[in-house]
């Protein structure tokens, strides 16, 4: 069973860069799909931010493209998220996942909450 | 604003069935998938390809694509599946619609 595990600081400063992990078990990131990033403002909608193939290859939302940087990292098997120059706009609880080629979810992780406050 | 439009509430009587739609021009050439979210958890996948059930989610839950609009139907609603849907497609990137909060009452 795929398990995701999403971790970093729960608060980060306006104009600093948030940075995420998610440790994957259950499954080698080398073996394939695609592996993402979503948000979810407090008491909003799913947001897409990000996915990367473990190739490297990657898509963005281009909403957030100029501010993201999404990797992955095969000998961890974990995957990463940047995201820079936040606003309290950027408050949302952060979630990884598996996606099935680039179509729908499959697998989330539980979420980590990040704040967005001085 | 989402790209998929969705209604923001639904109300159902148990027993009776649910309809939640997703709308977007031509959304029946895109595959749609559907979430489930209940409050404090992580979105779970009740529909994707537009009508497949991933393994677990009861047969209740069908799912239908075509013109603009995709459809989530739940028959025979249960108290236990009050919660947040979200449809989902793909075009170059994930698009998420906003959400439809549906009500057993």
């Known amino acids: 069973q795929v398990h995701l595990q999403e971790s970093g600081p729960g608060l980060v400063k306006p104009s600093e860069t948030l940075s995420l992990t998610c440790a994957v078990s259950?499954?080698?990131?080398?073996?394939?799909?695609?592996w993402a990033w979503i948000r979810q403002p407090p008491g909003k909608g799913l947001e897409w931010i990000a996915n990367?193939?473990?190739?490297?290859?990657?898509y963005y939302n281009p909403s957030l493209k100029s501010r993201v940087t999404i990797s992955v990292d095969t000998s961890k098997n974990q995957f990463s998220l940047n995201l820079s120059s936040v606003t309290a706009a950027d408050t949302a609880l952060y979630y990884c996942?598996?996606?099935?080629?680039?179509?729908?979810?499959?697998?989330w992780g539980r979420g980590t909450l990040v704040t967005v406050s001085s | 604003s989402s790209e998929l439009t969705q209604p923001p509430s639904v109300s159902v009587s148990p027993g009776q069935t649910a309809t939640i739609t997703c709308s977007r021009d031509g959304l029946g050439t895109f595959d749609v998938s559907w979430y489930q979210q209940k409050p404090g958890q992580s979105p779970v996948l009740v529909i994707y390809q537009d009508n497949r059930r991933p393994s677990g989610i009861p047969e209740r839950f069908s799912g239908s694509n075509s013109g603009n609009t995709a459809t989530l139907t739940i028959s025979g609603t249960q108290a236990l599946d009050e919660a947040d849907y979200y449809c989902q497609a793909w075009d170059s990137t994930v698009v998420f619609g906003g959400g439809t909060k549906l009500t057993v009452l």
């Open positions: 996942a598996r996606q099935e080629g680039v179509e729908y979810i499959r697998h």
């Open positions: 259950g499954f080698s990131i080398g073996s394939g799909y695609y």
């Open positions: 990367v193939h473990h190739s490297g290859s990657t």
